[in-house]
C-alpha cells in the first residue's frame, strides 16, 4: 500500500491590504484511488486580525493534520482554501480562493498559494451584487481544484497565502517510486526514468 501520512501543521499567513477579520476554510481534493484514514476533511478556522503595530498580514497558525493512504499515486491530494470575511454591510463573503497539491516528499515545506475571486459578468450584475450583499462564490469550492469548467469563469487575482507543511511518506519504494528530493530533479539534458508521484507509467 503507498500510504501517504502527511502532519500538515499551518502557517497560514496572508496579504490582503484592503481588508481584515479574514477566516479560512479549508478542504482536501483527490483521486479515486486514495482514502483518508485520520484527520478531518474539512473545517474551519478563527477569525483573525491585523497587527495594528506591524501591518504584517493576518496570521491563522491554524493547525491542520490528516492522513491518506492509496496504492496509485494519480489523483495526489489537494488542499482548497477559501477566505471569508465582512463587507461594509457586515456580511461574510468570499475573499479568496485558492489550491496547492500536498508535497510529495517527506519534509518541512512552504507552498505560496495565489488567491482570486470570481467576478460578475457585467457591471450591472456587479453593481446589483455590491448592492445586495451577494458576492459571487462558488457553490462547491472544490472546483477550484479541478480543470472542468474553469475556462469559463471570470475571475480576479486577490492577494496569496502560505502554508508550512510537514509530511511523511512510507511505502513508496515498495511500489517501485523514489520520491527523494533529488530524483525529483532531473539534470538538464538527461531527463530522469524514475517513477515519481503524480506520474504514472
Not at 484592503?18 to 485520520?38: I, M, N, Q, R
Not at 478556522?45 to 503595530?53: D, L, M, V
Request: proline fraction near 7%.
Amino acid at each position: 500500500i503507498l500510504s501517504r501520512c502527511p502532519s500538515i501543521l499551518s502557517l497560514l499567513y496572508t496579504l490582503f491590504p484592503e481588508y481584515d477579520e479574514l477566516y479560512c476554510k479549508y478542504c482536501f481534493v483527490y483521486g479515486h484511488d486514495w482514502a483518508p484514514t485520520s484527520g478531518l476533511e474539512e473545517g474551519i478556522s478563527q477569525i483573525t486580525s491585523k497587527n495594528r503595530i506591524s501591518q504584517q498580514g493576518l496570521v491563522w497558525n491554524f493547525p491542520l493534520e490528516i492522513t491518506f493512504k492509496s496504492t496509485n499515486p494519480y489523483g495526489w491530494p489537494q488542499i482548497v482554501i477559501s477566505v471569508y470575511g465582512p463587507d461594509i454591510f457586515g456580511n461574510d463573503v468570499v475573499r479568496g480562493y485558492g489550491a496547492v497539491h500536498l508535497p510529495f516528499t517527506s519534509g518541512r515545506h512552504k507552498k505560496n498559494i495565489p488567491m482570486f475571486v470570481p467576478e460578475s459578468s457585467s457591471h450591472l450584475q456587479k453593481f446589483t451584487s455590491w448592492l445586495m450583499g451577494r458576492h459571487p462564490e462558488f457553490t462547491d469550492p472544490k472546483v477550484v481544484a479541478q480543470g472542468e469548467g474553469r475556462e469559463v469563469t471570470r475571475v480576479r487575482s486577490q492577494g496569496f497565502l502560505t502554508v508550512t507543511f510537514n509530511v511523511v511518506t512510507k511505502d513508496l519504494k515498495k511500489l517501485g517510486y523514489n520520491n527523494a528530493a533529488a530524483a525529483l530533479q532531473s539534470t538538464p539534458g538527461k531527463p530522469t526514468q524514475r517513477r515519481t508521484p503524480g506520474h504514472e507509467q
